[in-house]
């Protein structure tokens, strides 16, 4: 593998890498930058928050789409001379108090690494889902909850859980919630419960989302059309962390997301890891803010304050 000269090499290492230009890659790098520390940000286009269509819940921004935060923030990124690679991250090891992070047919030393690269999502496969997702179709109550609003509402899921999610929405937001239980029937006292609460239950398996430019309903296996304005609807996570395989790195008990301590650093010392890889709630918000909080420990070790 070649090595490249100048920064980033073994005898002259980048103070930190930061993997990933979401929120909280990108508020790390601002940080950084205005340390004047030798930083370079690798990001490939994508992430969570490109499917954004209006955050409303960031401080200071009454409304922003994921992509203008995320432009805005690396155009910030860059004026305080954070060198920005649109590159891959392949791996990354720790050898000799040292991180190599390979990227780009080339390795980059490091004495610190952020991780800050998100998840990809797993969408339902129903037809026409594409056209709605962001916009009528959700999948994350605490992103976009408050958009059904008074609004028609159907919770979609496979498991009981979609159950307590529908009364939380009535509760919340709607009194017009429809719950359809996706694949399973629900036992009488469930059904009687939810009959209480006023939510009405539907159980069968949806196939086919309805309407042009906006939603109108949800067409099921056997035909029957469910009329709604939003869904709240399964959907899951994949972490965007293959570059980490080779490190012991310490994970929730179901193994899947990384464990943290102070700052957010990781069981690898050095190695700080940032939003929804990372084992807690995850927004864009709260993202930002371990991206700022893990760079001003990052700047503390550096000059030894
Ligand atoms: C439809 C939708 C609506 C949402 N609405 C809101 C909202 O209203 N408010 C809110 O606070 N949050 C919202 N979120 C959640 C929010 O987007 C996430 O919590 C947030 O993105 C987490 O930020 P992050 O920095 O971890 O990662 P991300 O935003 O996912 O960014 C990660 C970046 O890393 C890059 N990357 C991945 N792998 C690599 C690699 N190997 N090498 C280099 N780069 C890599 C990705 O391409 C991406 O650019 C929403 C999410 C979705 C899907």
Redesign the pocket.
Known sequence: MEQINGEGTENSPLDCIV???????LQACIHLGRYNFRVKL?????????????????LGLRVVS?PEL?QTGLAQVESFGVAVVR????RVEVRQGLFEVQ?AGKIYHSRFVIA????R?TLAPFKNLPRF??TSY???M???GYRTTGKKLLVIDRTINGMRLSVGMKQMFTRDVTFLAHGFSLAPVYKALLEDEGIALVEGRPEELLGETALEGVRLSDGRVIPCEVILGWGGITL?D??LEGLDLERDAEGFKIMTRGAGESSIPGLFV????RHGH??????AGQ?AEAAIEISTRIVEL
């Open positions: 993997i990933g230009a979401g929120p909280g890659g690798f990001h490939t286009p994508g992430g969570r928050t490109g499917y954004a269509k209006h955050i409303e819940n960031y994921g995320l590159a891959k991250v392949e990227a800050a690269s998100g998840a999502e997702f962001g959700y999948t994350c605490i992103c976009d965007n293959e570059y940032l939003g929804a890889l995850s927004q864009a918000i709260i993202s991206g």
